[in-house]
Nanobody, 122 residues
């Protein structure tokens, strides 16, 4: 079974830092990219950052210069370093995987993790 398992998150003060990690588990042969989205109640899910297996990155405008995404292809894992946190970063953060192919040839166009909450408050 292919799934994304998230860890990290929690409570931080404004200006502080947190780290989110996500591991793609399963008998993985290939994936195109991993990333993070976030969502607050009543709003649509927002792209935070993404990274391809080749290391190309993209960031949402609201987090550029503050968040850093990195990938470990050997571990099929992605990490999001959240720096200089603001109260408006408070949300549930979801790990996202794009075009995942298992060793038996099964392709998953997109999968989501269960989400991990981040709260930024003094």
């Amino acid at each position: 079974q292919v799934k994304l398992v998230e860890s990290g998150g929690g409570l931080a003060r404004p200006g502080g830092s947190l780290r989110l990690s996500c591991v793609l588990s399963g008998d993985i042969s290939f994936f195109s990219g991993l990333g993070w989205y976030r969502q607050v109640p009543g709003k649509s899910r927002e792209m935070v950052a993404g990274i391809t297996s080749g290391g190309s990155t993209v960031y949402g405008d609201s987090v550029k210069g503050r968040f850093i995404i990195s990938i470990d292809n050997d571990k099929n894992a992605v990490t999001l370093q959240l720096n200089t946190l603001k109260p408006e970063d408070t949300a549930v953060y979801y790990c996202n995987g794009v075009r995942i192919v298992t060793k038996d040839g099964t392709e998953y166009p997109q999968i989501w993790g269960q989400g991990t909450p981040v709260t930024v408050s003094s």
